[in-house]
């Protein structure tokens, strides 16, 4: 089993930036995808951003060139950066791992940009 926390959502206004951390403990495995999915009110929650172990990163077209994400597998964290907000990045951010034995999902943590 596995927990995950994520921290570092709020209220910012537009062309500002955000970090979003992510605490993993538990059984967590070597070789394992990290990342990050947001939900917007009455959308589906999409991809935003992905790091393999191997440090191969994804983006959704929508942020990318704004943000990075990054992890420390000495930590168990993963983290995304953020730049240059948007009120259309308003949404719950949630962290992720994917591993061999299942998929498992922070909490979600607000991020509210405003114009």
């Known amino acids: 089993q596995v927990q995950l926390v994520e921290s570092g959502g709020g209220l910012v206004q537009a062309g500002e930036s955000l970090r979003l951390s992510c605490a993993a403990s538990?059984?967590?495995?070597?070789?394992?995808?990290m990342g990050w999915y947001r939900q917007a009110p009455g959308k589906q929650r999409e991809l935003v951003a992905q790091?393999?172990?191997?440090?191969?990163?994804n983006y959704a077209d929508s942020v990318k060139g704004r943000s990075t994400v990054s992890r420390d597998d000495a930590k168990n964290a993963v983290f995304l950066q953020m730049n240059s907000l948007k009120p259309e990045d308003t949404a719950v951010y949630y962290c992720?791992?994917?591993?061999?034995?299942?998929?498992?999902w922070g909490q979600g943590t607000q991020v509210t940009v405003s114009s």
């Open positions: 538990g059984r967590i495995l070597r070789s394992n995808l």
């Open positions: 790091i393999s172990s191997g440090g191969n990163t």
């Open positions: 992720y791992i994917g591993q061999r034995d299942a998929d498992y």
